[in-house]
């Protein structure tokens, strides 16, 4: 059974300072993962997703990497802004359709 | 809005009675999906469908539970004698067959069973 883990469970940072989420999954047969935000009592916008095949997607000051075979990713933030602050879940597919999330990582960005 | 729709976005029910809720995907998106969020918890898969037929449920979803995606277009999550452990936030989200399969969520439905 896959299994999603998300650590830290919450981060608090300054305003400007660059941060690292990181995700774990127990199976490494995915068809991809993806990285999304949620906002308080929200619905969840996607943020990257990665081929099981990529190593890493970009968009902006986010940066996910992907390795698959150590059950890893991480989702960088550069330089953090107050309006990065919420919940950010990591979900991985894999030969099924569903996806399996983690409990993820409440980031507060304080100005 | 081109995005996943979903209606009501609150609904307050006292328990045992029924509600039901619908799920508008992004119009191309052929494949639809229902989750469930408790408080502090990451989203659970419910059901799934591939057009109009449902090809996976979980066990999450009891027989008070259905889903329905009668034209493979939008689709309604009915919950019948809810319960108190119902409360929670109903997801739905939509993808392609293609093109990596990105997941795109609508805003949720808040249920509360008092």
């Known amino acids: 059974k896959q299994e999603v883990t998300q650590i830290p469970a919450a981060l608090s940072v300054p305003e400007g300072e660059n941060l690292v989420l990181n995700c774990s999954f127990t199976?490494?047969?995915?068809?991809?993962l993806q990285w999304f935000r949620q906002d308080p009592g929200k619905g969840l916008t996607s943020l990257l997703l990665?081929?099981?095949?990529?190593r890493e997607q970009t968009s902006g000051r986010l940066n996910a990497s992907l390795d698959k075979s150590s059950g890893r990713s991480t989702l960088y933030i550069a330089a953090s802004q107050p309006g990065d602050s919420a919940t950010y879940l990591c979900?991985?597919?894999?030969?099924?359709?569903?996806?399996?999330f983690g409990t993820g990582t409440r980031l507060l960005v304080s100005p | 809005d081109t995005g996943v729709s979903q209606d009501p976005r609150h609904k307050i029910t006292k328990r045992g009675q029924n509600v039901t809720f619908r799920c508008d995907p992004i119009?191309?998106?052929?494949?639809l999906y229902w989750y469930r969020q408790t408080l502090g918890q990451g989203p659970e898969f419910l059901t799934y469908?591939?057009?109009?037929?449902?090809?996976?449920k979980s066990r999450l979803l009891s027989d008070r539970f259905s889903a329905e995606r009668p034209k493979g277009s939008f689709s309604t999550l009915e919950i019948q004698r809810t319960e108190q452990g119902d409360s929670a936030m109903y997801l739905c989200?939509?993808?392609?067959?293609?093109?990596?399969?990105?997941?795109?969520f609508g805003q949720g439905t808040r249920l509360t069973v008092v």
């Open positions: 990665i081929q099981s095949s990529q």
């Open positions: 979900a991985v597919r894999t030969g099924f359709q569903k996806l399996v």
């Open positions: 989200a939509s993808s392609l067959p293609r093109g990596g399969r990105e997941a795109f």
């Open positions: 119009s191309e998106h052929n494949r």
């Open positions: 469908f591939q057009n109009e037929a449902q090809l996976e």
């Open positions: 199976d490494s047969a995915i068809y991809n």
